[in-house]
Nanobody, 122 residues
C-alpha cells in the first residue's frame, strides 16, 4: 500500500525558515515524481514544487523560486522542502503527492498524504 506522510509544518515568523518532510512507503522514488502542493485559506490548491527522479528535473512555481529548495533522500524514501525567507502568503496546508513526471495539473497527482500546516506570522 502506497502511503505518503507530510510533516514539519508549524508557526514561523516572516523571514524565517522551515523544512518539510514527505516520507513515503510502498513506492520507490526512482520511477516517480514527488510534488509539494499547498492550499492557502480561501484559495485553490497549487503545485509549489516537484522533483522527478524519472527524468531528473525539479519544478518551482514562480512565487517560491530562490526561496524554496526541494531535495530527496532515496535511502530514507523521503523528499524535503526547505523553505527560506517565508512570507505571509506562504501560509497554507502543504501536501505531498506522487506523479509520473513533474507538472502543474493537480489531477495527475495521486496518493495524497495528510497535509501539514505552515503558518507565517508577520
Amino acid at each position: 500500500e502506497v502511503q505518503l506522510q507530510a510533516s514539519g509544518g508549524g508557526l514561523v515568523q516572516s523571514g524565517g525558515s522551515l523544512r518539510l518532510s514527505c516520507a513515503a512507503s510502498g513506492v520507490t522514488f526512482d520511477d516517480y515524481a514527488i510534488g509539494w502542493i499547498r492550499q492557502a485559506p480561501g484559495k485553490e490548491r497549487e503545485v509549489v514544487s516537484c522533483i522527478s527522479y524519472s527524468d531528473n528535473t525539479a519544478y518551482y512555481t514562480d512565487s517560491v523560486k530562490g526561496r524554496f529548495t526541494i531535495s530527496g533522500d532515496n535511502a530514507k524514501n523521503t523528499v524535503y522542502l526547505q523553505m527560506n525567507s517565508l512570507k505571509d502568503e506562504d501560509t497554507a496546508v502543504y501536501y505531498c503527492a506522487i506523479n509520473t513526471i513533474c507538472g502543474t495539473s493537480l489531477f495527475a497527482y495521486s496518493y495524497w498524504g495528510l497535509g501539514t500546516l505552515v503558518t507565517v506570522s508577520s
